[in-house]
């Protein structure tokens, strides 16, 4: 069973940093694409970032470049993305994504940007 | 960036009713080797979203057949052939062919 567990978000204020994680399990994660993409309380779906089987192409959407970097760790089946200089606008509860199309979804980590 | 407009923004359908949701995107999402990324997303009430349609027309697994994807270029419809009480919820189209990925801004569907 494919399983993707998202974890590593919490309340921080504006300017710190956060390390999301994503445990995945169930498929052999070195095969796939991953992506992550968060929700703002109430808000629709935003797309972040992505990276590549191999962690060698990396694409940010214009908001978080230079701020979040997206990696992984194949041989530990991990996703992460490294957040700096927190916004109080990137509060938003951040989902571990299978794949370029979408196909499975972690249950979300919670990110709360505030003073 | 590739804006993806939704309409409409809210749907109240009658159970058994079909129902049509509209994407259209701001540029061509076809690639250089002719794959269309568009995909479409149920997201329930507090729960993450689910993958229903991929490459446009092609039904994830486990998706009822009464959900269907069609369109090119730039202008992509999915369907419900008939409603299920179910099938209340917000859902989204996404297009990952042009980087960096977009949503729709969503479609909320609701039982009249």
């Known amino acids: 069973e494919v399983q993707l567990v998202d974890s590593g978000g919490d309340l921080v204020q504006p300017g710190g940093s956060l390390r999301l994680s994503c445990a995945a399990s169930g498929f052999t994660f070195s095969q796939f694409w991953m992506t992550w993409v968060r929700q703002a309380p109430g808000k629709g779906l935003e797309w972040v970032a992505i990276?590549?089987?191999?962690?060698?192409?990396?694409y940010y959407v214009d908001s978080v470049k230079g701020r979040f970097t997206i990696s992984r760790d194949n041989a530990k089946k991990s996703l992460f993305l490294q957040m700096n200089s927190l916004r109080i606008e990137d509060t938003a509860e951040y989902y571990c994504?299978?794949?370029?199309?979408?196909?499975?979804w972690g249950p979300g980590t919670l990110v709360t940007v505030s003073s | 960036d590739v804006v993806m407009t939704q309409s409409p923004l809210s749907l109240p359908v009658t159970v058994g009713q079909p129902a049509s949701i509209s994407c259209r995107s701001s540029?061509?999402?076809?690639?250089?080797?002719?794959?269309?990324?568009l995909s479409w997303f149920q997201q329930r009430p507090g729960q993450s979203p689910r993958l229903l349609i991929y490459e446009v027309s092609y039904r994830d697994s486990g998706v009822p057949d009464r959900f269907s994807g069609s369109g090119s270029g730039t202008d992509f419809t999915l369907n419900i052939n008939r409603v299920e009480a179910e099938d209340v919820g917000v859902y989204y189209c996404m297009q990952v062919t042009h980087w960096p990925g977009t949503f729709g801004q969503g479609t909320k569907v609701e039982i009249k």
């Open positions: 540029q061509s999402l076809v690639d250089s080797d002719g794959d269309t990324f």
């Open positions: 994504v299978r794949g370029r199309g979408g196909g499975y």
């Open positions: 990276i590549n089987e191999d962690g060698s192409e990396k």
